[in-house]
């Protein structure tokens, strides 16, 4: 009962990735509608209390719940610009494509250190050989 193994194939990385990656939209799109709905909330209570209790009548600033509510809207449009539109251009597969240039660039620069090793080597080891042509050491 114990000892039998199960025989599930291992998940290929892509289909993980393309998991974790829906997993992380769905958490994205699960905090947006969240905010909303704190927003919702937020606003009426706002509203409750300046036009049903009166508070903030003293305020300087007349119709103060509407400048707060216009405020929290804009953060709220900030926040679903983030999720749906900011993500398309900026989302996993332009951090592929930037990860892919970083590694080519760094791999074009490795290339060019080993030429300039390999030009340098050479060098080296004919010095050491014959450190001095003129005076040449005999084996003893």
């Not at 290339?111 to 450190?131: F, G, S």
Request: overall charge positive; cysteine-free; proline content about 4%.
């Amino acid at each position: 009962m114990f000892s039998r193994k199960k025989t599930t194939e291992p998940q290929d990385i892509e289909q993980r990735e393309q998991y974790q990656y829906a997993r992380a939209r769905i958490k994205q799109k699960k905090r947006l509608m969240q905010h909303f709905i704190v927003f919702l909330g937020g606003s009426i209570i706002a509203i409750i209390l300046d036009l049903v209790l009166g508070i903030g009548n003293d305020f300087f600033i007349k119709n103060w719940f509407a400048w707060f509510i216009l405020i929290w809207a804009f953060i709220l449009l900030v926040h679903f610009f983030n999720v749906f539109i900011l993500n398309r251009f900026m989302g996993k597969e332009w951090e592929d494509r930037q990860l892919e240039k970083l590694k080519s660039k760094q791999e074009q620069r490795i290339l060019k250190l080993q030429k300039k090793v390999e030009k340098e080597i050479p060098l080296q080891e004919a010095k050491k050989k014959d450190p001095d042509p003129i005076n040449p050491k005999e084996d003893q």
